[in-house]
Structure formats: C-alpha cells, structure tokens
C-alpha cells in the first residue's frame, strides 16, 4: 500500500506527467523537423530543465529522447528525407510504401513499433541498471580515473573518422573542463579575470554551441532542396494478422537495439541498418526489402527506439553515455547535482522511479500523440527552411540567456558553434569533445587524489586491480581502432594500384 501511495504521489503530486507529454510531443516535433536531430532536440529544451526539480527535469528529456526517435520516421516516410540520423534506415521501405500509396500504413508500422521498442529497451533498464551500477561501489579514485579513460577512449576510437581526430576532440573538451577554480588547490585557471568563468564553462553551454548553434550554420550554407508533403494523411495502425507478422522483424530490431545501447560509440543509426540487413537476412520474403516491405519498417523503427532506452544502461550505471543524446540526458543530471553510480540509486532513487515511470508514460503516449500530432509536423515540415531557422535561433538564444541572464553566455555558445561548424567542415566527432568536457573534472580530480594519496607515486594504479583492467580495455580499444585504420587504409592503397 505505501508503494501504491507513493506512485499515486509521484504521478498526481508532481509534475512528471506533464514533463513526460511535454517532453514527448517537443520530441516528436523536433524529430520531424529535418536537419533536427534528438541531440540538438534535447539541447534546446536543455535551459528550461534549471528551473525543474530533477525528477521531471529529467523525465521531459528522457521523453525527448524517446519522441525525437519515432518523429524522425515521419519526414523519412513522406519525403524521403529522415528527421533524425537514426531514421535513415526507415526511408528505404517507408518511403516506397508512400509511394504505393500505403503512407499511412507505412506511418503506422513506424508508430506501433516505436512502442514496442521503447517498451523492450524500458524493460531493459529498468532490469540492468541497479545492479551494473553496484559494481561501483568497488571503485576508488584510481578506479574512477580509469573509469574516465575508458570512456573516452572508447568514444574516441569508435567515433566517425580517425582515432587521432577523435582523441584530438576529447582533449579539446578537457581543456575547456579546466577553465575556473582549481578543486583542490582553489587557483583561478584561464578564466581571464571574467567573474563568470569562476565556476567554469558549464556542459550545456558546449552541448548547446556544439550541437544546436552549428547546425544552423551548417544549414545557412546549404542548398534548400526536398521534395515537400503535400498530400493529408492519416495513421493506420497495424491489424493484429500484420502485428504477427512483425513480431520477428521487431524482436530483431529490439535485439540490435539493446546490443548498440549497451556499446558506448553506437548508437540508433547503426542498431537501425543492422537491424535492417538483418531482418531482410531472416525473412521469408527478403525480395520485397527496398521495394516496399513492411518488415523493413518495423525492425529498423524497434532498433532505434531501443537504443533510446537502453543507451541510458551505461550512463545510469558508470556515467558513461553511449550516444550524443545519452550526453545530454547526461548534462540535465549534472546540472541538477545528480552523479550517475550507485549513490544515485541510494540517495535519489525516487528520480530513478520517476524516470522509468516517465518514461513508460511517453512510451505509451507515442500512439495518441503521434495519431493527433501527425497534422501539425506535416504542416512543419513544409514551412520554408529560413523561417525554421530562425525559430530555432530565438530557442537557442532565449534559452541560454535564461541560464544565468549573461550575454557572456550566448557569446560562448556562438563560440562553440562555430567551432561545431570547423569541426564538421573537418571531420571531427562532437561526442568525444563533449564527453571531455562532462569526464573531464572527474578524471583529473581522481588522477590528483591518487597521486595525493601515494605521495606522488604513479605505480599507485598499478596496485588497484579495477584501475587496471579499465585501462587493459581502454588500451585495447584504442589499439583495435588503430588496427582497423591501418587495415582500412592498405585496403585503399591496394584498390588505388588496381
């Protein structure tokens, strides 16, 4: 009975439901939106959580997460164009079965099996995370050093493009965790006698700058192109003889979901083209992928829609996030005082209830919400690029200066947007410079605890066999990687001679 009270409280005593329908239909919005990916989705809407206790702070951006993932299949399926990364996959058949004049079928695939991968990678974490999380209780400093090495090492080296780009990104984003009081010496550090920067750079500012502010100067400089929705729609969710049909195609996809979640560097583009290949690989009727197959659909919309809650595994667990937008979710704990590990199962385990029982509301909110939202992210997508732009700039810009009310922090955020834009123009990952600048107090202020309790002695972690085996791994990914792009680039020079 207290337990029964206690929900009864959660869910009428809080804001958690509207933060979870908030968050939900913002996410399917900005998912729906082309150019707008579940980061940058999550980015915007970041600023707004400071003024929320961390329960719903944290439930509006788990929902974001979970609505952007099926908002990205609707302008995949209309236009051919995907609103997220990780509805790539879903144009292949989406868009053919619009083509046929089955958008609205094609529309409720994509929803129905949204859910039942949001409902899997929820029943995931919730089973997971507790107990990987009590392995941290064996951690000491040296262990939380390592830990932080091991997670940038393998952000780094699983990251798009070169090992030496990646590795490059996460000591740029260290460098900016330096910036304000020294923490055990309380020295002021590169803050150039600006009161502001006492406190140091916070991570929404990069993430904002990083993700939002550079995607618009990206977008400035594109092309406007797309053939535009124009016709009206309605979704046709799945009867049950074409549910059974899709119960294979989606135990693949929440299968591939889970794995890419629980992989730090994955994310819901690769589960999504996994799933694919492997849906089409176990069909009974693979002649009809990439010529309007249902199956195509399904398995690629339950991989990704997994991967938005099995990603937060390995951030609840060790703090280590497996995808751009598990770095945000990551910034909204920080920002409310929240550590991931253990201790935030003990001393704030009514967030942790309050985010899976958010996030079990939006999962079963996707199917009213994305049947009444459908209209209004049509008539979204075939607003002029510009007008979106610069909708998105006012969010940007409000947001920020709502912060802290310092123009100091909307030239930062302009700063880091233009180095977002350098970096992409060449070819350096975000997510590694991000988690640098999130992992970055906590690997250096363990690095110097264990040097203060050794007196100065590195062999110190040597002697902590966790510490140990973390850097064997991350020294083994790092390798692996290496490995990979020496192999890679024979194979190029061996096809340039031929």
Not at 127 to 135: G, V
Not at 221 to 231: D, F, K, L, W
Not at 467 to 476: D, R, Y
């Amino acid at each position: 009975m207290e337990s029964l009270g206690a929900l009864f409280q959660m869910l009428f005593g809080t804001a958690l439901v509207p933060a979870a329908f908030i968050g939900l239909i913002w996410g399917v919005i900005g998912g729906a939106l082309p150019g707008l990916s579940a980061s940058v989705t999550m980015a915007l809407i970041l600023p707004l959580t400071y003024t929320l206790d961390p329960m719903p702070a944290i439930v509006l951006l788990a929902s974001v997460y979970i609505g952007a993932e099926y908002g990205g299949s609707i302008p995949a399926i209309l236009i051919r164009t995907p609103g997220t990364n990780s509805a790539a996959a879903t144009v292949i058949d989406g868009y053919e079965l619009k083509q046929q004049g089955r958008a609205g079928e094609a529309l409720g695939i994509s929803l129905w099996s949204g859910v039942v991968g949001s409902l899997f990678g929820l029943f995931c974490l919730v089973l997971l995370t507790e107990p990987l999380s009590r392995l941290a209780l064996a951690f000491k400093p040296m262990s939380y050093f390592a830990l932080g090495i091991l997670g940038l090492s393998i952000i780094a080296s699983l990251s798009s493009g070169s090992l030496l780009k990646g590795l490059a990104a996460a000591l740029v984003g260290m460098m900016i965790a330096t910036i304000g009081i020294d923490p055990l010496s309380g020295v002021n550090r590169y803050t150039f006698d600006l009161p502001e920067l006492l406190n140091g750079i916070k991570p929404v500012i990069v993430m904002i700058g990083l993700f939002a502010m550079s995607e618009l100067l990206r977008q400035s400089g594109s092309a406007i192109s797309g053939a535009q929705a124009t016709m009206t729609v309605r979704i046709v969710l799945p009867s049950l003889p074409m549910m059974r049909r899709l119960v294979k195609p989606q135990g693949i996809g929440c299968g591939a979901g889970l794995i890419e979640g629980l992989l730090p560097g994955g994310g819901g583009s690769v589960a999504a083209f996994f799933a694919y290949n492997e849906a089409k690989r176990w069909s009974r009727t693979p002649e009809e992928f990439g010529k309007g197959s249902v199956e195509g659909v399904a398995a690629p919309e339950a991989a990704n829609n997994t991967v938005a809650s099995s990603s937060l595994i390995p951030l609840l667990s060790f703090g280590i996030p497996g995808s751009n937008s598990a770095a945000i979710l990551l910034g909204g704990l920080l920002i409310h005082g929240l550590l991931p590990g253990p201790r935030l199962f003990e001393q704030n385990g009514d967030v942790i209830t309050g985010l899976y029982v958010g996030s079990f509301i939006a999962t079963l909110g996707q199917i009213p919400i994305g049947l009444i939202i459908l209209p209004l992210c049509m008539w979204m997508v075939n607003r002029p690029r510009p007008y979106l732009a610069a909708f998105v700039f006012m969010l940007v810009m409000s947001g920020v200066y709502t912060l802290n009310g310092s123009f100091l922090d909307i030239a930062l955020v302009m700063a880091f947007g233009l180095i977002g834009w350098l970096m992409v123009k060449c070819g350096y990952p975000f997510l590694p410079a991000v988690l640098g600048v999130v992992l970055g107090p906590i690997v250096e202020s363990n690095y110097r605890r264990s040097l203060l309790l050794s007196g100065g002695e590195h062999s110190i972690f040597l002697e902590d066999p966790i510490a140990i085996g973390l850097l064997l791994t991350a020294m083994a990914f790092l390798l692996f990687s290496l490995w990979r792009e020496v192999k890679d680039a024979r194979a190029r020079k061996t096809e340039g001679m031929n």
